[in-house]
């Protein structure tokens, strides 16, 4: 074999590993991107919760007399806001988890 064809088929080689590793690569940073979309997702609602809740028991004490403000800042903790608005992204993630879930499954019944 001369030397430019084994050059051309080693240059080829080559070119087929460059290809196949920046396409493993791409997928990778897909599913990296995609995961971290979704984390940034999950806590831009829980801040946005967060603010509404603030919101609310900000505007509820301007509403309800001193002494009913006072008697509930007795038995709340400081980080309630923090709390309810933890409780509430996790009962909507489940709620997005099992409408996910249902309707995969549902499309995989339509295809078989």
């Keep these: 074999m001369p030397v430019p064809a084994?050059?051309?088929v080693i240059a080829v080689i080559y070119a087929v590993a460059k290809v196949f590793m920046a396409y493993r690569l791409v997928r990778i940073l897909t599913v990296v991107a995609t995961r971290l979309l979704i984390f940034a997702v999950i806590v831009a609602f829980f801040y946005a919760v967060i603010v509404a809740i603030e919101a609310v028991t900000a505007n509820l004490s301007v509403v309800v007399p001193d002494v009913i403000?006072?008697?509930f800042s007795m038995f709340l903790p400081d980080n309630f806001v923090s709390c309810v608005s933890a409780i509430i992204t996790v009962q909507v993630i489940i709620l997005v988890w099992h409408w996910k879930r249902y309707s995969i499954d549902f499309v995989s019944r339509g295809v078989q």
Excluded: H, P
Aim: glycine residues 34%; without cysteine.
């Design 6 to 8: 084994a050059a051309g």
């Design 69 to 71: 403000s006072q008697g």
